[in-house]
């Protein structure tokens, strides 16, 4: 399965393979150090994350910090789910021996995932994690908890009381692809007779097959009903009362204890390291989402400077070479952003290919604008604000261009990538809506100039 490859992979950089028995936890240093613990604790302590971006994410964080915690005390945490009234509180105690959860016998009384530590396990360091019934949540809210809860559990045992249902195997289904070990709890076992019980499991396994191993289907009983005891007084009158009987959970026990004895540390080891690895890509996904607000911004900025300083240029045609200079500086701010910073002479030489890219594709536009620049010095009154808010949207328009053809080059790291800067040039200017451009342009230009000349 793909599953087990891909924990077959990560298990080549984390330790020791789990399939044979690891007498010790892998070696650490004094701070207990491991090469997933020390790329977590790389994660929380890297310095090139922006304090907004670790605020956004402050809870993952926060669950990342738990973690390492985990790995450094040597935890094993499963995750226990079922519907209501399958009785998966009271299995969580019978494991535990001990009333850790709350029990409802009607209705779910889980209100939210607890924690205890497994008393007979401790030296595993395995830990149980209760959760709402599946039932008493929509299908949205039961997959999002599956994945929350699955995501900080190395291991989830399921809960059912009977054959399953479409909802359960669905949850089965959705529980699967977090790609945690998966183990299918027959409970109330003793409501079956032995020849019932046996053919119920058969049918169950062909049920789950692809989604949880045969092994890994196993009866419990983790409150079985009172058994009814007959007996005879002295006067040979028969009493019937009824005797509580002990859980039965040894099987699925064993089968945990065996789990975290010859795997649990590497399974926590990959769990932690799939989460980490899932917001180490939230985390560049943010900082990208930041870096182009602040791009977008700093764009504008510039092509309201270039806007307004073109239109208000009274020198025909020079006015557009001073304007590349804009452009350039801009340029230059753009790769601070990105944290490949260019020099005024890089910045120079990449608005000049990007600009020959522009001038082979628009080279008509380009032409208005040089006409517009002639026109401005010949012009007078009404018709030189118009002509020069005219030519200031193109020069809007052209920073718009060239900005977001740099912010391509530094996103692909001071590359145009494969198909070269023809193509990535083109493809900015085909993703743009230049009429919008040019009609925001000329609005804001307006504004500005009539409010120079009232």
């Known amino acids: 399965m793909a599953r087990d490859t891909l924990w077959r992979r990560l298990r080549g950089w984390i330790g020791p393979d789990p399939g044979h028995r690891v007498a010790a936890p892998p070696a650490r240093g ?9 790329s977590l604790r790389a994660l929380l302590d890297d310095p090139t994350i922006p304090a907004a971006v670790r605020g956004e994410l402050a809870g993952d964080f926060a669950r990342i910090e ?30 535990l021996g001990r009333e850790a959860f709350a029990v409802g016998v009607l209705h779910g009384t889980t209100a939210d995932a607890e924690h205890a530590m497994l008393d007979e396990a401790q030296h595993d360091g395995l830990v149980l994690i209760d959760t709402p019934g599946i039932n008493e949540l929509d299908g949205e809210a039961r997959e999002r908890l599956a994945f929350e809860v699955a995501e900080v559990s190395d291991l989830v045992v399921f809960v059912g009381d009977g054959d399953l249902t479409r909802e359960e195997l669905d949850a089965l289904k959705t ?18 007779g032995a020849d019932e019980l046996a053919d119920l499991l058969d049918h169950l396994r062909r049920r789950v097959a692809g989604l949880v191993r045969a092994e890994d289907v196993l009866a419990v009983a ?22 509580a009987r002990v859980p039965d959970v040894a099987a699925l026990r064993e ?56 239109a208000l240029n ?6 557009l070479l001073a304007a590349a200079g804009l452009d350039a500086a801009m340029v230059v701010q753009l790769s601070r952003v990105y944290g490949l910073p260019l020099t005024r002479a890089e910045s120079g030489r990449l608005v000049a290919v990007i600009s020959a890219q522009l001038a082979a594709l628009m080279g008509a536009i380009w032409g208005m ?19 020069a808010a005219a030519q200031g949207a193109l020069g809007w328009y052209a920073t718009v261009l060239i900005g977001r053809a740099a912010e391509r080059y530094l996103v692909g790291g001071k590359s145009w990538g494969e198909a070269g800067a023809k193509r990535a040039v083109a493809d ?10 040019l009609r925001e342009a000329r609005e804001e230009i307006l504004k500005r100039l009539k409010s120079r000349n009232p």
């Open 314 to 319: 009274p020198i025909p045609v020079a006015d």
């Open 66 to 95: 738990a973690m390492l915690h985990k790995l450094e005390r040597g935890e094993l945490h499963v995750a226990v789910f079922g519907r209501v009234s399958t009785g998966k509180s009271a299995l969580g105690n019978a494991l």
């Open 369 to 387: 604008q040089l006409v517009a620049s002639a026109l401005k010095g010949v012009s007078a009154g009404l018709s030189v604000l118009v002509t």
């Open 30 to 38: 004094a701070a207990g150090s491991t090469p997933v613990a020390d």
């Open 175 to 192: 529980l699967a692809a977090t790609q945690r070990p998966l183990l299918l709890a027959l409970n109330k076992a003793d409501r079956y």
């Open 428 to 437: 900015v200017v085909s993703s743009l809506d230049r009429d919008s451009i």
């Open 222 to 243: 983790a409150r079985p009903a009172p058994q009814r005891v007959i007996e005879v007084d002295a006067h040979g009158r028969e009493q019937v009362r009824e005797q």
């Open 255 to 310: 089968r945990l204890l065996a789990i975290a004895a010859r795997e649990g540390k590497t399974l926590s080891a990959i769990n932690a390291g799939l989460y980490a690895g899932r917001l180490t890509d939230q985390v560049s996904a943010r900082i990208a989402q930041t870096r182009q607000a602040v791009a977008a911004k700093l764009i504008r900025q510039y092509c309201i400077a270039k806007g307004v300083a073109v």
